[in-house]
């Protein structure tokens, strides 16, 4: 079964981490077909270089060396916060 195709975005750019954090720490990067296309000071940069090459995509943007975001489940981004009594 092959990977989704912005999964294997995601792939590549881990297949590159190390390379990317030593050229360009805190750049935006554009994956695309597995490939680095290139680095940008500011993700809406990134963004239009990547819909100008590639229209709606799918291609990955992702700024190296940013945490990675992990999801919440819709129930904690929905449950008000509340303060002890």
């Not at 720490?25 to 940069?45: N, P």
Request: hydrophobic share 45%; glycine share 8%.
């Amino acid at each position: 079964m092959t990977a989704e195709p912005i999964q294997r975005e995601i792939e590549a750019f881990e297949s590159m981490r190390a390379d990317l954090e030593k050229h360009h720490m805190g750049k935006h990067v554009i994956v695309k077909d597995g490939k680095l296309v290139g680095a940008f000071d500011t993700f809406d940069a990134a963004a239009r270089e990547a819909v100008k090459q590639f229209g709606r995509g799918p291609y990955l943007i992702r700024k190296v060396g940013a945490a990675e975001v992990q999801p919440l489940p819709v129930g904690a981004l929905l449950q008000p916060a509340r303060a002890p009594l």
